[in-house]
Every structure is written in structure tokens, then in C-alpha cells.
């Protein structure tokens, strides 16, 4: 840490109003200038005891936790396609399955629910909130 006891109170002062003009936390611009947070709070406490000007409010929380640097994450986007329509004929399993060994494009479900002539295929990828409302639709879960 920075040596702090050979500041004047001026320049102590001087060191509260760029903090609290910075846009960062407290916390944040103490780090980044090599001062204890401790120390900083207690030239504010002396300061607003001897009645110096108005000291801004801190901006943002005065957490002690380190700052979140958001990281940058490239996202490909593809296209939206139309949905397929398929039926199947709920006597033959196989034809499901043969649908499924040959087209890449759907993932081979894991598990079958057969419901009043309906089955629903699922497979490891579907979105649990979807699997929820199927699941209480069908009156399996609460």
C-alpha cells in the first residue's frame, strides 16, 4: 500500500473528490490507486467532522468485493429455420427410430411418453422449462 502520512490534508481532500468524480466504486478507485478503503473512510469521517465542503456520495455500492470485468464472447448466430413437421405412426417404433439413425439434424430421443394416443419424444436437450409445463400439462408433476 501507498504511503499516506505524508499527505497534507489538501491533498488527502484533493484525493476524495477525484474518487467520488472517478464513476467508480470506492472500493474500485481505492485499488487502483494503491490506498487501504480503511484509510480512505476515515479522512472522510475527519473531513465531514471538521466541516468541509459537501463530500459527494459515494457512486455505485461501496462493496468490498472485487470488480466483475465484463469478458467479451464471440456468439455465431445462425438464421432461423422453419421447423419440420413430422408425424409418426404411434403403432411403429421403428419408423421413429429409422428416422432418427438417419437425420443428423434431430438428436435421438431418450426417452418416450405415451399419453391418451400422443407420444412425445425428448431428447437430452430440451429446455427444462418446456419439459416442466409438458410434464404438468400432463398432470405428472406439481
Known sequence: MRNTRSLTPEQRFE???EC???GLTDYQ???EHDIH????????ARFRKQGYPNIP???GRTSKHKAVKQ???KLEILPDTPAESVSFD?????TASSFYEGNSNYPEPVMEICS??????????????????????LGGTK
Not at 478503503?37 to 472522510?44: D, K, L, R, S, V
Not at 391418451?116 to 400439462?137: E, F, M, Y
Open 15 to 17: 484525493l476524495v473528490m
Open 20 to 22: 467520488r468524480s472517478s
Open 29 to 31: 478507485w481505492c485499488k
Open 37 to 44: 478503503p480503511g484509510t480512505f473512510y476515515n479522512w472522510i
Open 57 to 59: 456520495e459515494p457512486t
Open 71 to 73: 469478458e467479451v464472447v
Open 90 to 94: 404411434s403403432s411403429s417404433s421403428s
Open 116 to 137: 391418451n394416443g400422443s407420444i412425445i419424444r425428448i431428447t437430452n436437450h430440451i429446455n427444462p422449462q418446456l419439459l416442466s409445463v409438458v410434464l404438468n400439462q
